[in-house]
């Protein structure tokens, strides 16, 4: 409990210290960590106890799609908590009901139910477990640039860019993808990239047996390695490959889905239907942990007769389902995915190209709805990526000048809620802009 003065920056100094003392936080050495203490939010900003605010151009973990606190979410979950906050999942309850339709209602014909799980990385456990089990097949195939979660099976099908011990791969493979501006193919248009990738995951598909291919999973467009836009032959291209194979194709849109790329699924941009989605995050904009598998009706049908050997006490949690409900309602009724898709390509994608132009510091920003990427660099013409201490101090600039980023390798994602209002993206800039100015200047 909270003791000692109720003073507002006591409060922010209390928060640190318990976090610093009790909190162990991921993706983190323990020592030296000072997080900023955020006590409140609404919309694009947050803040902390003695009132200073910021502009969450980072959406916290790209899940806030909503913005903070969006009143009929926040009224949803309290009135599901007032009539039934839990119910485990071998029960049929209405709104965990409706929260499958209203997902399944989003995907692609012929995709009608829905396994709720806790989070993304459970998502994508389960999904390559059904594809397994579909399949009576073993082996997975996933991109080196590639984030799917943190636990056994997603950690194993994450690529290697963080080089997270795999302590339990079990028959996975890694390709190269798609990504013509570090082109793995000596590619020099989205063409020959489109053309090498997809001759390399047949090549490579071939050597391991197709015959022992259970999936392939990849990121509808993969996020936290970079915003990597597929060139628009790449996916229905893999399609094809898996079809010829009898291969399932998974796509992962736990950051991509839900208005981030101004589409329902990012998938709806690209000409291709997969057999399993993955999806959380954006889904109620993290208001309730949740996740889940969108399955394919053959999938789906493998389960009539079969027992499906998995399950979470949490799958469909109420307050989850409630939360979702209203979040989707919220995105329709607001045309919420709409604005995503306008204020990328009025504001965001434009302004953008105007810092690229500027600021030698720039490589490339590409990205589409309100999922960009900006690629620092410490020498254009070689595309060293800009050193770790630089991208730290770029990180420290813009949060003392009250910006949220979300920062990845030598890349600044801009990444804000759908809601983002275009003079939040013009605040949002000027603020990219001095902090690259700084970096120049270090070149
Ligand atoms: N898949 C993708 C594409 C993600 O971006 C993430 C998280 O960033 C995950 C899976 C894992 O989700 P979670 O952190 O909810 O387990």
């Known amino acids: 409990a909270l003791s000692g003065s109720n003073a507002v920056a006591d409060l922010d100094a209390r928060t640190t210290e318990l976090d610093r003392g009790h909190v162990f936080h991921s993706w983190s050495a323990q020592g030296g960590l000072a997080l900023l203490p955020i006590a409140g939010g ?12 910021y502009l969450d151009f980072s959406s916290q973990l790209v ?20 009539t039934l906050a839990t119910i485990g999942p071998a029960t049929g309850n209405l709104t965990r009901g409706v929260a499958a339709q209203r997902i399944a209602a989003r995907a692609p014909e012929g995709f009608n139910k829905v396994f709720f799980t806790n989070g993304g990385a459970d ?18 195939v996933s991109t080196y640039r590639s984030y799917h979660g943190n636990t056994g099976a997603a950690v194993v099908a994450t690529g ?12 996975h493979v890694h390709v190269f993808g798609p990504y013509l501006y570090r082109s793995e193919f000596w590619a020099t248009t989205p063409e020959e ?41 790449y996916l229905p291209g893999v399609r094809a490959l898996a079809d010829e194979f009898g291969i399932m194709l998974i796509l992962d849109e736990v950051m991509a889905g839900f208005g981030r790329t101004g589409e329902w699924f990012a998938l709806d941009a690209y000409d291709v239907v997969p057999d399993l989605i993955t999806f959380a995050k954006g889904v109620n904009s993290g208001y309730v942990p949740v996740g889940g598998v969108v399955i394919s009706d053959p999938i789906a049908r493998t389960f009539d007769d079969r027992v499906f050997p998995g399950g979470l006490t949490y799958s469909g949690h109420p307050l989850a389902a409630a939360s979702i409900v209203a979040a989707l309602d ?45 690629e620092l660099v410490a020498d254009r013409s070689t595309r060293e990526p800009l050193s ?8 420290g600039e813009l949060v003392g000048r009250g910006l949220l980023p979300f920062i990845a390798d030598n890349r600044i994602h801009v990444v804000p809620p759908c809601v983002v209002t275009a003079d939040e993206v013009a605040e949002a800039l000027a603020t990219y802009d001095e902090v690259l100015s700084l970096l120049d200047e270090e070149l």
């Open 42 to 53: 609404h919309g694009t900003r947050v803040w902390d106890h003695a009132g200073r605010t």
């Open 63 to 82: 899940n806030v799609n909503i913005g903070h606190q969006h009143p009929a979410v926040v009224a949803a979950i309290q009135e599901q908590a007032s």
């Open 123 to 140: 998502a994508v456990e389960n999904a390559i477990r059904m594809a397994r089990l579909h399949t009576g097949r073993d082996k997975v």
């Open 160 to 171: 290697d860019w963080r080089r997270i011990p795999n302590e339990y791969a079990r028959a």
């Open 193 to 233: 990239e489109c053309e090498r990738s997809l001759r390399h995951l047949r090549r490579v598909i071939d050597c391991e047996g197709p015959a022992s291919v259970a999936a392939i999973l990849l990121e509808t467009i993969p996020g936290t390695a970079g915003v990597l836009l597929p060139p628009p032959g």
């Open 330 to 374: 919220a995105m329709e009724s607001e045309g919420i995915v709409t604005h995503a898709k306008q204020i990328g390509a009025d504001a965001i994608g434009p302004g953008l190209a105007v810092l690229a132009e500027k600021h030698p510091v720039v490589g490339e920003v590409r990205g589409t709805g309100v999922f960009w990427a900006m």
């Open 388 to 395: 770790a201490a630089l991208m730290g101090r770029a990180k």
